[in-house]
């Protein structure tokens, strides 16, 4: 298959764009709701005193992960445009209040507070970082289903019914290593990994993957970052005989290593790496001639199809042809749909009922749809809808998280600039989790 280049999207440890503090004010006050707390309407409908339905984003505006905020907010606003347009959540328009966490778990609690209390909503998006934590008893005890994002793998096994997470573990960039191992036909791998606590918690998800597919971890190294020489680590592994060999490590870490591994086997097996080894300065520390032709970086990728390209639309719609959303929006954009569309089938913004329909528009199986509006159409008909998510199949295992998609990339030899070779599609995760 010919490369192709695709957006990359990016998890916690890569780049993302970043929004000028002019930007993040006019995007914030774009965010504009009722917010004062009160009913009105049907007794099964929690509403704001506009006779609205409220969503609030809880999630970091201010700090160094302000991006995470920027995103999530931004593809929540063109999914709230897209929902309005089509007459709104239960019939009613759909208001967006945010609070900020501040990526902290102390400061995130009076946040989602403010949220259930003053802005009375009945559905949340985010956070996505360590804050979920704090979070998720308050979410439960108020009933009030949340649709988070990150990566934390302390949630793989989620057991409260209320959290809903609709991007990819970080585990399952691990599984996606080795799915991509695996469809290359190699069947004994090495593991090459520095000490840092990020690069340590894939290994377990990598080996237990790697032999559910049937295949043999030879070797298993560990090495303290930026050393002078790796000579005895890196022979160690060349006399294990492995197919292909797992990494992450640092980018000084890494030049040292791969010039060992080129003076003792002229880089004679195959190298996959993660997001980190698809980085600029881990690139040109091993040089891009070298990461061409040895390397494959695996990372989350943009899904294709009628779903991410009516997200395209819409978000061109609101912002401008010109303008490029932010990594992750798409997530926010899902979260908001599918929440919506779950309470479009209970009937209701009750909590325990909406999270008893939320499977029942997202899995299969089910009549497909992409655009809020044909979803609705489906539900008021009475059909069994799957709604397609723009960030990939939005499919809920028992413990409400989803796979994928995520891509395999090769650096350009000339400019490092990464093209995608293949498609690690959800389906293929979910099938080689163990």
Not at 202 to 213: E, G, N, R, S, Y
Not at 253 to 271: D, G
Not at 316 to 341: E, H, K, M, R, T
Request: proline letters at 4%; hydrophobic letters at 40%.
């Amino acid at each position: 298959m010919a490369p192709t280049a695709v957006a990359r999207i990016t998890g916690r440890t890569g780049s993302r764009r970043l929004l000028t503090t002019a930007s993040l004010a006019l995007l914030l006050a774009a965010c504009g709701s009722t917010t004062s707390s009160g009913g009105s309407g049907s007794t099964n409908i929690k509403t704001n005193s506009a006779g609205h339905v409220g969503y609030g984003v809880l999630s970091c505006f201010t700090g160094t992960l302000a991006s995470l905020g920027q995103a999530m907010l931004q593809g929540s606003q063109v999914a709230q445009k897209v929902i309005n347009d089509a007459g709104g959540v239960l019939g009613k328009q759909l208001d967006l209040t945010h609070a900020d966490t501040q990526c902290d778990e102390a400061d995130a609690v009076p946040a989602v507070r403010k949220l259930l209390a003053t802005d009375n909503v009945t559905g949340i998006i985010g956070p996505e970082t360590q804050e979920i934590a704090a979070v998720s008893p308050i979410v439960s005890a108020a009933k009030v289903p949340t649709e988070f994002q990150g990566g934390s793998t302390d949630f793989d096994k989620n057991s409260n019914k209320y959290l809903w997470r609709d991007s990819p573990s970080d585990s399952q960039l691990g599984v996606a290593m080795a799915v991509y191992g695996q469809k290359k036909g190699f069947k004994k791998a090495a593991l090459i990994f520095y000490s840092d606590i990020a690069a340590q918690t894939f290994a377990k998800p990598i080996t237990a993957t790697w032999q559910k597919l049937g295949n043999t971890i030879v070797s298993n190294v560990t090495v303290a970052p930026d050393q002078t020489s790796y000579r005895t680590q890196v022979q160690s592994i060349i006399d294990s005989k492995p197919d292909v060999i797992f990494t992450q490590t640092d980018a000084a870490t890494a030049a040292v290593i791969f010039q060992n591994f080129k003076e003792l086997n002229n880089l004679a097996i195959p190298i996959v790496g993660t997001d980190i080894t698809g980085g600029d300065d881990y690139l040109k520390a091993i040089t891009y001639p070298v990461a061409h032709d040895h390397l494959i970086s695996v990372y989350g990728t943009n899904a294709t199809g009628a779903a991410a390209d009516n997200f395209a639309k819409a978000f061109a719609a609101q912002n401008g042809a010109s303008a490029q959303p932010l990594a992750n929006a798409n997530y926010g954009y899902d979260a908001v749909i599918s929440l919506a569309l779950a309470m479009d089938k209970a009937g209701t913004t009750d909590g325990p009922a909406v999270i008893n329909a939320m499977k029942q528009v997202t899995n299969p199986p089910g009549s497909a749809c992409d655009t809020y509006a044909d979803c609705l159409r489906g539900i008021k008909a009475s059909t069994k809808i799957k709604v397609d998510g723009a960030s990939g199949d939005l499919v809920y295992n028992d413990f409400n998280n989803v796979f994928g998609p995520y891509g395999a990339f090769q650096a350009d030899a000339g400019t490092g600039a990464e093209a995608q070779l293949q498609l690690l599609s959800a389906s293929d995760l979910a099938a080689a989790t163990p």
